[in-house]
């Protein structure tokens, strides 16, 4: 459920009595299997084609020797007088060789996916973003700040130096996040860092602007903050590596126009063309709280018992069951008796050992 209204402050982080409207993408479903799903697809888009070179292991020239020399058919270096001939090439197994399959650069590397399920992920990770225990539970520091979503007034975007930026993160106890992403920052493992990706660090908080006035210049260099106006809001960027709850600090501005993004669920959007927001399919997804609550408890049947008895029909095997066996054959009790009498007996005849007699032992003496 979604507060009505939410609070705006100023660039001292005092709260002023202004508070504009939440808008209707913050009440759209938090889907996370879409999310993972759209991430995924567009996180491929950006991918460069790399392969192998083309003549790569193939350069040499190399014959097969042919059957009839007890040697392998795979094709051989010619020539003499080197380690080198002789030798196999070409194949994938050999040394030197070209790989299996060799990549080409026409593989295909982008992925197309539903403009609906685009529009649908976007929305959800905007709702997400208002939703402080996704915030906090996706690593930002955001226990400090008053409220999220996190709305600035519109001076923010006349900013213009780093400074002033700083400052106002300070005031609105929202720079613990940037530090966060500082004592994070370290050296790529593996050739990525010869490779102009030399350093990782986390992601910081996303500002969300609706008219640039300086206010890209101002943010720009903090590390891990980014930047996007509002009518290009990217999932990429909302929701990073497909886990919802990033933490977004909103001017006013850029919040008001939400709902001409967006639109609502009754009402079209100005910016996309036709599209209204998904309506939940419940209103109320505590399913949980619905099941125990008194209403349906008035009308559902009391709860049976716990376990269940089986059914006299249920054919239960008489080798294995000595009821069933005694009910089909009532002789069987009598010898399964016996049979144990029996084993009795035998163990006591055997465990019994006779003595020898006095007059044996007197002719086993004697000389």
Partial sequence: AARPVVSVFGLTGAKLEATVPLPAVFTAPIRPDLVQFVHKNMAKNRRQPYAVKQQAGEETSAESWGTGRAVARI?????????????AAFGNMTRGGRMFAPTKVWRKWHVRTNTNQKRYATASAVAASGVSALVSGRGHRIQDI?????????????????KEAVALMKALKAYADVEKVSNTRSIRAGRGKLRNRRHRQRRGPLVVYAEDKGITHAFRNLPGVELVNVTRLNLLQLAPGGHLGRFVIWTQPAFEALNKVFGTQTEASQQKIGYTLPAPLISNPDVSRIITSSEVQAVVRPAGPRFTKRPYTQKKNPLRNTQVLVRLNPYAQVLRRAEILGRNKRTTKASHKKSASKKFLEILKAD
């Fill in 75 to 87: 094709p051989r270096v010619g020539g003499a007088g080197t380690y080198r001939s002789g030798q």
């Fill in 146 to 162: 008053e409220e999220v979503p996190l709305v600035v007034a519109a001076d923010a975007e006349s900013l213009n130096k780093t």
